[in-house]
């Protein structure tokens, strides 16, 4: 007769499969979850309606057609997208009972987020080039920050970033 330890498997590994997860650090109080509810819908709203003014004056305004503000204009809708990657799901989740989210939503979610990530982090690199050359290279800087250049940074941006989240 075997005996089993409390930390070894009765029959083989374990071959079980995580289908969701549930979140009980939230609150179980009514009143906390609508204070998280007030809190995160107010940050949530004022985030896509700062980020969307801000896209919305540099494309729209001829003066700000200039690479800085293309670049700017790209890092509002990266963190457009950014906030909306689990802000949504994390406010709807306050109004239920049951507070799960899928295995796979999971996944897809931190897929994402690496994925932004790293596509605002190429963002904030190219950036930082941009203000280099307009102070170092002042009368060099529309031929070195052309536009072409300026949609192959942004095209750059997003390969890398999905190439690095593809990579986790």
């Given at each position: 007769m075997k005996v089993n330890l409390p930390n070894e498997p009765v029959n083989g590994p374990n071959h079980?499969?995580?289908?969701?997860?549930?979140f009980l650090g939230l609150s179980n109080s009514?009143?906390?979850q609508i204070f998280l509810l007030c809190f995160s819908c107010l940050?949530?709203?004022?985030?896509l309606a700062g980020n969307l003014l801000i896209v919305t004056v540099v494309t729209s305004d001829c003066y700000l057609?200039?690479?800085?503000?293309f670049l700017l204009?790209?890092?509002s809708v990266?963190?457009?997208?950014f906030g909306s990657i689990s802000a949504p799901k994390m406010i709807y989740d306050l109004f239920r009972k049951q507070k799960v989210i899928s295995f796979g939503g999971c996944v897809a979610q931190n897929f994402f987020s690496h994925a932004v990530g790293g596509t605002e982090m190429v963002l904030f690199m190219a950036m930082a080039f941009d203000r280099y050359?307009?102070?170092?290279?002042?009368?060099?800087?529309?031929t070195i920050m052309s536009p072409r250049r300026c949609i192959l940074i942004f095209v750059g941006a997003w390969t890398i970033g999905l190439i690095h989240s593809s990579a986790h």
């Amino acid at each position: 007769m075997k005996v089993n330890l409390p930390n070894e498997p009765v029959n083989g590994p374990n071959h079980s499969v995580v289908s969701e997860f549930v979140f009980l650090g939230l609150s179980n109080s009514w009143e906390t979850q609508i204070f998280l509810l007030c809190f995160s819908c107010l940050f949530y709203v004022s985030s896509l309606a700062g980020n969307l003014l801000i896209v919305t004056v540099v494309t729209s305004d001829c003066y700000l057609h200039s690479p800085m503000y293309f670049l700017l204009a790209n890092l509002s809708v990266i963190d457009l997208i950014f906030g909306s990657i689990s802000a949504p799901k994390m406010i709807y989740d306050l109004f239920r009972k049951q507070k799960v989210i899928s295995f796979g939503g999971c996944v897809a979610q931190n897929f994402f987020s690496h994925a932004v990530g790293g596509t605002e982090m190429v963002l904030f690199m190219a950036m930082a080039f941009d203000r280099y050359v307009a102070v170092c290279k002042p009368l060099h800087y529309l031929t070195i920050m052309s536009p072409r250049r300026c949609i192959l940074i942004f095209v750059g941006a997003w390969t890398i970033g999905l190439i690095h989240s593809s990579a986790h």
